[in-house]
C-alpha cells in the first residue's frame, strides 16, 4: 500500500481493480487486444478469458513498474498468450522432457585450453533463420533441432535453408517423440541421422498437429546429420565452448513460470528458475552486459 503513492494512475486502478471480476477501464484495451490476436469466445467463456487477461496484464505492469525502480533487468509485454493462464500455457507450449536414462552419445567437455570471444553472435553472420511460430503445439523440441542443423548447413554450404520441422514430427514418433504431445531434440538429430536426410520447410510446410504421416523425400534432402554431440549437462562453460566453436546449439530451459510467458526485452533473469527444463530451444549466442555497474552475463536464445 505504502509504495502505491508512487504508481502510476493506470497501476492503481488495476491493482484496485482485484476486488471486482472486471475492470471496465480495461474494456477498451480488451476489445483491442482481442482483435488484434483474432479470439472470439462462445458464451460464459468470454467473462472468463478476459478475468484471466486482466489479470495476466496487472502482473505484467507490477513487474514494468519495479523494472523502472531498478529492481529487474527485463520488460514484459502483453502478447497473443494473454488470455492463458500459467498451467495452460506450460500444458500446451511446453514440450520437452529431460530423457532419464540419456541414449549413449559423444560429450562435448569444457576444455581449460580453449580461448572464447567474449561475445558471440550467429545471427550476425547469416546463421540464424527468422523466428518462427510453433502455434498450439508442443513442438519446440522440433524448432530447437533444425534451428542447430539450419546452422551446421550454413556452414558447410554458405547458404542458409530453412529446415522442415513437420518432417521432424511427422517422422520421428519411432524414436520416442510424440508430436505436438513434446519429444526430444537428441531423438530429433537421430532421425535425420539413421534416415540419411530431412527435407526443407519449403517442401515440407509447417501445420502445427502431429496427425500426418511421415512424407519425406530423399530426392529432396536438405540437409544431413553424421554425428550427435551431447554438452556436458550443467556446464555453461562447456555450452560457451559449443557455441563459440560449432555455431547455434540446442538447448533446454524451464520456460514454465509467467515471466517466462510474458518476456519482451531486456535480460531474463528469475528467481522461478529451476533445473526442471520443459522447453526447447536454441542458443545462438552470449554476450556480457553492464546493468547497474555490474557485469552480467547472458545467453541469446532463439525461441521458435
Ligand atoms: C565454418 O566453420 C569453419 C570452422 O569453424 C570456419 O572456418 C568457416 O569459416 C565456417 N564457414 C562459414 C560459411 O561460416
Ligand atoms: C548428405 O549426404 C549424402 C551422402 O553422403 C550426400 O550425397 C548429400 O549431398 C548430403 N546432402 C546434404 C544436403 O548435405
Ligand atoms: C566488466 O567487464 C569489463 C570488460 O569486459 C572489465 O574491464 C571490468 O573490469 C568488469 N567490471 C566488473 C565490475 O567486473
Excluded at 188 to 214: K, L, R, W
Aim: aromatic share 12%.
Amino acid at each position: 500500500m505504502f509504495r502505491a503513492m508512487t504508481v502510476p494512475l493506470g497501476l492503481l486502478l488495476a491493482l484496485l481493480g482485484c476486488t471486482t471480476a472486471l475492470d471496465p477501464v480495461l474494456e477498451e484495451a480488451w476489445e483491442r487486444w482481442k482483435s488484434l490476436y483474432a479470439k472470439e469466445y462462445p458464451g460464459e467463456a468470454e467473462l472468463i478469458r478476459r478475468e484471466v487477461w486482466e489479470n495476466n496484464l496487472r502482473r505484467i505492469e507490477q513487474h514494468n513498474w519495479e523494472e523502472s525502480q531498478g529492481q529487474h533487468t527485463f520488460r514484459l509485454g502483453m502478447n497473443h498468450y494473454g488470455d492463458l493462464m500459467d498451467e495452460e500455457f506450460n500444458q500446451l507450449l511446453n514440450g520437452f522432457a529431460p530423457v532419464q536414462h540419456e541414449e549413449p552419445a559423444l560429450t562435448f567437455q569444457a576444455s581449460a585450453a580453449q580461448k572464447t570471444p567474449a561475445e558471440v553472435d550467429w545471427r550476425m553472420r547469416g546463421y540464424v533463420t527468422p523466428v518462427k511460430n510453433q502455434g498450439h503445439c508442443g513442438s519446440c523440441w522440433a524448432f530447437s533441432a533444425t534451428g542447430a542443423l539450419e546452422g551446421l548447413v550454413f556452414n558447410w554450404t554458405g547458404k542458409l535453408a530453412v529446415l522442415s520441422e513437420q518432417n521432424l514430427i511427422d517422422c520421428s514418433r519411432k524414436l520416442g517423440n510424440n508430436g505436438c504431445q513434446g519429444g526430444y531434440m537428441t531423438r530429433a538429430f537421430q532421425y535425420v541421422h539413421d534416415n540419411g536426410g530431412m527435407n526443407s520447410e519449403h517442401i515440407y510446410p509447417y501445420q502445427a498437429t502431429d496427425t500426418s504421416s511421415c512424407r519425406y523425400n530423399p530426392a529432396d534432402r536438405a540437409a544431413n546429420c553424421s554425428t550427435v554431440w551431447l554438452v556436458a549437462q550443467g556446464s555453461e562453460a562447456a555450452l560457451e565452448q559449443a557455441v563459440a566453436t560449432v555455431g547455434p546449439v540446442s538447448v533446454a530451459v524451464d520456460a514454465s513460470s509467467f515471466f517466462f510467458h510474458f518476456y519482451k526485452s531486456g535480460i531474463f533473469n528469475s528467481m522461478f528458475c529451476s533445473q526442471k527444463v520443459n522447453h526447447g530451444m536454441l542458443a545462438v549466442g552470449y554476450g556480457i552486459s553492464q546493468e547497474a555497474r555490474k557485469n552480467v552475463s547472458y545467453w541469446i536464445l532463439k525461441n521458435r
